[in-house]
Structures are given as structure tokens and as C-alpha cells.
């Protein structure tokens, strides 16, 4: 067995005792396979019991574990120490742009809540008759969405996004992404709702397509593309009101 040490630097916050966030340092041994999750664990197991962090799944599929690994937003369970063996130490905080509730955990309700805005589901065209065995998708069909329904609200993209930290009502990339992936599902009836949300300033609007949310996207969603195109059918949508008003 290998080995090898690792420090890491956490920020702690235990709102109860302490005036402000702070850092503490720790030192794990790990192997090749070690995850900065099992490193939490280790840390938690052995060092610091009150450590606060989010995990659920351990395998990038609940979102749970995002936080900032050296400045970047990761999924703790899909990036491993060994990743980071030219650096001395790992730091370890919080995702950016979201109120810290403790130590590594912070309130990602405001994201939450733009997600819930652009109704993330399908709204049956007869809602007489909702999806029925006889309401076939063709593969095809499917493909008009599929990358952007692989989405698991992580929370990575907006913790990238420069105009999300500059403006808190722009409703920001994975919303924009779960609106276009709704949008393109054949099955569903609500595009003159979500069009509203997609046209206002903070919506795709808001975005100015630096594409750091599609950098740090553990699930290669592409939050960025779907803006794009997003940006396309709002244009469309505007002219499309245009000459109808004018005729
Ligand atoms: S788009 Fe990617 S980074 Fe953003 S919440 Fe979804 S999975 Fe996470
Ligand atoms: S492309 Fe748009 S949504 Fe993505 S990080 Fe840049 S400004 Fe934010
Ligand atoms: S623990 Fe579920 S995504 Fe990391």
C-alpha cells in the first residue's frame, strides 16, 4: 500500500461558535484511488468530527458533493488526490456564490428556486390524457435533448457563472438548460410559459457566453450550447411577435 500524505486546508464555519469562516489544516494518507470524498471521510473519521460536508451517492450521479477543489467547482466524489499531486496542499470550500450554512455546506435554495421557476417537467399537451403507453418518443426525438437532461442540479455551473455572482436575479445556466431540454421534448405542451422566463434580461439574455458553466460541468451538459440555442428561439419568438403585431 502506498503511502503518500496529502494536506488539505478546509474552510470551517460552525455558525453556533464561530464569528466568521476560517481555515484549518489536515493531512490524510491516500492511494491511487482515493477520492477528495474518501479524503473528507478520513479527515471526518479521524481528525474532525463536526466537519460539515454534503455526499450522498459517491458516484457523480446525486450532485450532492459539489464544492470549490482549489478554486474550482467538482463533484468531491469524481476528482481524486492523486490529481493534485504537484500541489502541496488542497483546499477545500464552500460553492461560490451561495450563502455558506456550514463549513463545506451552503444554501443552494436560490438555485433551487430558478429551477422550480421553469417548470422542469412535462406539461401534457392533452391533459385529459397525460402520457399514455401510446405516446411514443422516437430516438430522434430524444436526441433533441438527451445531453441537456443529464443535468443533476450540482450546482457547479453556478457557482462558474460570473454574472449569476454579479446579478442574483439572472435565473442562471442549469435552469436555462432544463428550460431548452423541456422545450424540446415532443411529449410536452409548455413552451409559451417557459418562453416568458426566456426572453426577460435575466434570462438567456443575461448570459454573455463566457462558457465556464460548460468547463466545470461534471455531467458534460453544456449549459452554454443550450443558452445558445435558447438565445435563437427568443429571437425567433420576438419576430415571430413582431410581424404579427404589424400585419
Ligand atoms: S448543468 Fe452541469 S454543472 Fe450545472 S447543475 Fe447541471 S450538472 Fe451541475
Ligand atoms: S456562459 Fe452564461 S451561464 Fe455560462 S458561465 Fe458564462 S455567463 Fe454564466
Ligand atoms: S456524492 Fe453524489 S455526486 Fe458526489
Request: aromatic share 10%; proline share 6%.
Amino acid at each position: 500500500m502506498e503511502n503518500k500524505k496529502k494536506k488539505f486546508k478546509i474552510l470551517r464555519y460552525r455558525p453556533e461558535t464561530d464569528d466568521a469562516p476560517h481555515y484549518e489544516t489536515y493531512e490524510v494518507s491516500y492511494r491511487h484511488e482515493t477520492s477528495i470524498l474518501d479524503a473528507l471521510n478520513e479527515i471526518r473519521d479521524t481528525q474532525a468530527p463536526d466537519l460539515s460536508y454534503r455526499s450522498s451517492c459517491r458516484m457523480a450521479v446525486c450532485g450532492s458533493c459539489a464544492m470549490m477543489i482549489n478554486g474550482v467547482p467538482h463533484l468531491a466524489c469524481k476528482t481524486f488526490v492523486r490529481d493534485y499531486e504537484k500541489v502541496d496542499i488542497i483546499t477545500l470550500e464552500p460553492l461560490e456564490n451561495f450563502p455558506i450554512e456550514r463549513d463545506l455546506v451552503c444554501d443552494i435554495s436560490d438555485m433551487v428556486e430558478k429551477i422550480e421557476r421553469v417548470k422542469p417537467y412535462i406539461i401534457p399537451i392533452d391533459k385529459a390524457k397525460p402520457l399514455t403507453e401510446d405516446f411514443v418518443q422516437s430516438p430522434r426525438q430524444l436526441e433533441k435533448y438527451r445531453q441537456f437532461a443529464q443535468c443533476i442540479n450540482c450546482g457547479c455551473c453556478y457557482a462558474a457563472c460570473p454574472q449569476y455572482k454579479l446579478n442574483k436575479e439572472f435565473i442562471g445556466p442549469a435552469a436555462l438548460t432544463l428550460l431548452y431540454r423541456y422545450n424540446h421534448d415532443n411529449r410536452d405542451a409548455g413552451t409559451p410559459q417557459r418562453l416568458e422566463i426566456l426572453n426577460q434580461d435575466s434570462g438567456a439574455w443575461g448570459c454573455t457566453m463566457v462558457g465556464y458553466c460548460s468547463d466545470v460541468c461534471p455531467k458534460l451538459v453544456d449549459p452554454t450550447s443550450a443558452i445558445q440555442l435558447g438565445k435563437g428561439a427568443s429571437a425567433f419568438d420576438y419576430i415571430k411577435h413582431f410581424f404579427k403585431k404589424n400585419k
